[in-house]
């Protein structure tokens, strides 16, 4: 039996917003193509907006290209706007709206540099992510956009460290903070280099806007994007597209993941329809089976961060374990 046979269904998601052809901008302007980079000319950080880390998720997608049709400069330093993993875009079928998040492997797990300099792995998304690594090697603040497989939340994943947290606050949207230590599959961009090391000033934010092709993912990545720029110094707010900026939250709270849950097999289902930040006040509840064995809460206020069944595989994470902190 194959594992696609055993896959657990799923109800499909409608996708409301339309996909946009990026194809006009991959020419780029810094000999890597879909990248761009701006000099201003006068002092100030260089910010980088990515999206397409995972092709489906198209509300990064919208808004990097929202700022590219609008002749977007800095006053301030450099920006660089780019689309990621163009080819798994490229690939994107509304029946299997699910199958467009990589090519070959997760261009999320690939950033380390003993993975990027082993010339004995190769992969599509290993080759994109070498292309853009020099870029990515000078961003002073990276901004990471991307969506989720259920419908939840938007949320910060802010990384590990002080700093990531610090900035998370400083930025005051969405409202929920993830600190966390990544994936045991790979290191994500936001943890590349300098920005996974404490004594280092870069620093990086990678937002989960929303449900992937849900209207709402698209304002909050333009109102996180128009925010983070606005933050860094490199526009002011007459700069940025009409509309983009929204409301902030009354309040910010920090969730710190303690633990993944990794599937060992396509033998994993959840005990209830989660989609994600569902907080269970009491320890030991039961939140799903592994192999037939209970998966239970370790702690009192225990969340649970982006549970996901659709890409269930052996070794994937379905759920990450997060104690309440504020």
């Given at each position: 039996?194959?594992?696609?046979?055993?896959?657990?269904?799923?109800?499909a998601?409608?996708?409301?917003?339309?996909?946009?052809?990026?194809?006009?901008?991959?020419?780029g302007?810094?000999?890597?193509?879909f990248?761009?980079?701006?000099?201003?000319?006068?002092?100030?950080?260089?910010?980088?907006?990515n999206?397409?880390?995972?092709?489906?998720?198209?509300?990064?997608?919208?808004?990097?290209?929202?700022?590219?049709?609008?002749?977007?400069?800095?006053?301030?330093?450099r920006?660089t706007?780019?689309?990621?993993?163009?080819?798994?875009?490229?690939?994107?079928?509304?029946?299997?709206?699910?199958?467009?998040?990589?090519?070959?492997?997760?261009?999320?797990?690939?950033?380390?540099?003993?993975?990027?300099?082993?010339?004995?792995?190769?992969?599509?998304?290993?080759?994109?992510?070498?292309?853009?690594?020099?870029?990515?090697?000078?961003?002073?603040?990276?901004?990471?956009?991307?969506?989720?497989?259920?419908?939840?939340?938007?949320?910060?994943?802010?990384?590990?460290?002080?700093?990531?947290?610090?900035?998370?606050?400083?930025?005051?949207?969405?409202?929920?903070?993830?600190?966390?230590?990544?994936?045991?599959?790979?290191?994500?961009?936001?943890?590349?280099?300098?920005?996974?090391?404490?004594?280092?000033?870069?620093?990086?934010?990678?937002?989960?806007?929303?449900?992937?092709?849900?209207?709402?993912?698209?304002?909050?990545?333009?109102?996180?994007?128009?925010?983070?720029?606005?933050?860094?110094?490199?526009?002011?707010?007459?700069?940025?597209?009409?509309?983009?900026?929204?409301?902030?939250?009354?309040?910010?709270?920090?969730?710190?993941?303690?633990?993944?849950?990794?599937?060992?097999?396509?033998?994993?289902?959840?005990?209830g329809?989660?989609?994600?930040?569902?907080t269970?006040?009491?320890?030991?509840?039961?939140?799903?089976?592994?192999?037939?064995?209970?998966?239970?809460?370790?702690?009192?206020?225990?969340?649970?961060?982006?549970?996901?069944?659709?890409?269930?595989?052996?070794?994937?994470?379905?759920?990450?374990?997060?104690?309440?902190?504020?």
């Amino acid at each position: 039996m194959s594992q696609d046979q055993v896959r657990p269904a799923f109800d499909a998601y409608p996708v409301e917003v339309e996909f946009p052809d990026i194809q006009p901008y991959a020419a780029g302007n810094t000999g890597i193509p879909f990248v761009y980079t701006f000099d201003s000319g006068v002092a100030g950080p260089h910010v980088m907006v990515n999206a397409l880390t995972h092709g489906n998720e198209v509300c990064g997608a919208i808004a990097v290209k929202g700022l590219l049709d609008a002749g977007l400069r800095p006053r301030r330093g450099r920006l660089t706007l780019s689309f990621a993993n163009v080819e798994a875009y490229g690939r994107f079928d509304p029946a299997r709206p699910d199958a467009s998040r990589f090519v070959d492997q997760d261009f999320n797990r690939v950033w380390s540099a003993a993975i990027l300099d082993d010339a004995g792995r190769d992969s599509s998304e290993l080759r994109r992510a070498r292309a853009m690594r020099p870029v990515v090697d000078t961003a002073d603040l990276l901004l990471d956009l991307h969506s989720m497989h259920e419908k939840s939340r938007p949320l910060i994943v802010s990384g590990p460290l002080d700093k990531g947290v610090a900035l998370a606050r400083a930025l005051g949207t969405p409202a929920d903070v993830i600190v966390d230590e990544g994936h045991p599959e790979g290191r994500r961009m936001r943890d590349y280099a300098d920005f996974g090391d404490a004594a280092s000033a870069r620093n990086a934010l990678l937002i989960e806007c929303g449900q992937h092709w849900e209207t709402a993912a698209v304002e909050v990545a333009r109102d996180s994007t128009a925010r983070f720029l606005l933050l860094a110094g490199v526009v002011d707010e007459a700069d940025l597209p009409a509309g983009w900026l929204r409301p902030l939250p009354a309040a910010q709270r920090v969730v710190r993941v303690t633990e993944p849950v990794v599937a060992t097999s396509m033998d994993f289902r959840f005990a209830g329809p989660y989609t994600g930040l569902e907080t269970f006040a009491e320890a030991g509840t039961v939140i799903g089976w592994s192999n037939g064995e209970p998966v239970r809460t370790p702690y009192p206020n225990c969340v649970l961060v982006m549970p996901s069944l659709r890409q269930l595989r052996p070794g994937v994470t379905v759920v990450r374990l997060g104690r309440l902190e504020a």
